[in-house]
């Protein structure tokens, strides 16, 4: 059987202007709202609604988005840290050994405050642009975002994080940037992958009219995207959270869970409701 070990030694950064740089994390970021916002105009054309308020939605979901990955992060898995770091919750700073502070950046966001965020977001924009019911709009955006989620795992590769376990064998990552010499599962790849697939399934159940049930496409992707979370989980790194007073599972796949949970639940009414 053949087996491949890729060396993997990028660089994290794309270009540089003075001391400005962007970054491929940052980039993927970027190419995943900006196509998720051409992907979601290009449907409500489809579907003859104003696009007016669209510009407004990508707002709503940047921030919501990122207000709600980086709060993941913190309570979710590094509540022990940011307790006594209040200040580096909200600003990318970080506390030096002289008692000042350093700019690092934002490092953590969890996809499952993201989710939750993103929830929320919306929320707040359907109720100040009641166009359209709630579950309506999110069977629609939730398919660019499975996309963008792909992107953003994509990002987590080229930054060398949220590695995957060791394989035990030739077959895996070697990630050169980490000072490893053993190959890893390349757990960011597995799910990035598994999301571009799911885009495209959800957009195939959208474009064979599913789209007149409101809330199903929504709970599909619920119980697909977080049990791929849960599965790929088995052979990712600890990421650390409250796993060590719940062993049997990683803090990824408790979280998982209800979300799968939630799917499953709003899949089946909104099939009820189809039937009666």
């Given at each position: 059987m053949f087996l491949l070990k890729i060396q993997w030694e990028p660089s994290t950064t794309l270009f540089k202007l003075g001391s400005f740089g962007v970054h491929y994390y940052s980039l993927m970021f970027v190419i995943a709202f900006l196509l998720g916002l051409r992907i979601l105009k290009k449907m409500y054309e489809e579907e003859k609604v104003s696009t007016e308020t669209l510009e407004n939605l990508l707002f709503y979901v940047v921030i919501s988005t990122l207000l709600g990955a980086r709060l993941g992060h913190v309570f979710f898995y590094d509540w022990a840290y940011y307790q006594n770091h209040l200040?580096?919750?909200?600003?990318?700073?970080?506390?030096?050994?002289?008692?000042?502070?350093?700019?690092?950046?934002?490092?953590?966001?969890a996809s499952h405050g993201a989710a939750i965020g993103i929830l929320l977001g919306v929320i707040v924009y359907q109720r100040t642009y009641p166009y359209k019911p709630l579950l309506w709009i999110?069977?629609?955006?939730?398919?660019?975002i499975t996309l963008g989620a792909g992107f953003v795992r994509i990002g987590n590769f080229f930054n060398s994080e949220i590695v995957g376990n060791y394989t035990g064998n030739n077959f895996g990552v070697v990630f050169v940037n980490r000072g490893e010499i053993l190959p890893r599962h390349p757990a960011q790849l597995y799910e990035a992958i598994a999301y571009i697939l799911l885009f495209f399934f959800l957009r195939y159940l959208y474009q064979k009219g599913i789209k007149r049930q409101d809330g199903f496409i929504l709970g599909v992707f619920m119980a697909v995207l977080f049990s791929i979370r849960f599965l790929?989980?088995?052979?990712?790194?600890?990421?650390?959270?409250?796993?060590?007073?719940l062993p049997a599972l990683s803090t990824g796949q408790w979280l998982s869970i209800p979300l799968i949970i939630a799917g499953l639940i709003l899949m089946f009414a909104t099939k009820k409701i189809k039937e009666a």
């Amino acid at each position: 059987m053949f087996l491949l070990k890729i060396q993997w030694e990028p660089s994290t950064t794309l270009f540089k202007l003075g001391s400005f740089g962007v970054h491929y994390y940052s980039l993927m970021f970027v190419i995943a709202f900006l196509l998720g916002l051409r992907i979601l105009k290009k449907m409500y054309e489809e579907e003859k609604v104003s696009t007016e308020t669209l510009e407004n939605l990508l707002f709503y979901v940047v921030i919501s988005t990122l207000l709600g990955a980086r709060l993941g992060h913190v309570f979710f898995y590094d509540w022990a840290y940011y307790q006594n770091h209040l200040l580096e919750i909200l600003l990318p700073i970080a506390s030096t050994a002289d008692g000042g502070y350093s700019f690092v950046g934002f490092r953590g966001l969890a996809s499952h405050g993201a989710a939750i965020g993103i929830l929320l977001g919306v929320i707040v924009y359907q109720r100040t642009y009641p166009y359209k019911p709630l579950l309506w709009i999110l069977d629609r955006m939730i398919i660019p975002i499975t996309l963008g989620a792909g992107f953003v795992r994509i990002g987590n590769f080229f930054n060398s994080e949220i590695v995957g376990n060791y394989t035990g064998n030739n077959f895996g990552v070697v990630f050169v940037n980490r000072g490893e010499i053993l190959p890893r599962h390349p757990a960011q790849l597995y799910e990035a992958i598994a999301y571009i697939l799911l885009f495209f399934f959800l957009r195939y159940l959208y474009q064979k009219g599913i789209k007149r049930q409101d809330g199903f496409i929504l709970g599909v992707f619920m119980a697909v995207l977080f049990s791929i979370r849960f599965l790929v989980e088995f052979v990712k790194e600890s990421q650390g959270g409250f796993e060590t007073a719940l062993p049997a599972l990683s803090t990824g796949q408790w979280l998982s869970i209800p979300l799968i949970i939630a799917g499953l639940i709003l899949m089946f009414a909104t099939k009820k409701i189809k039937e009666a």
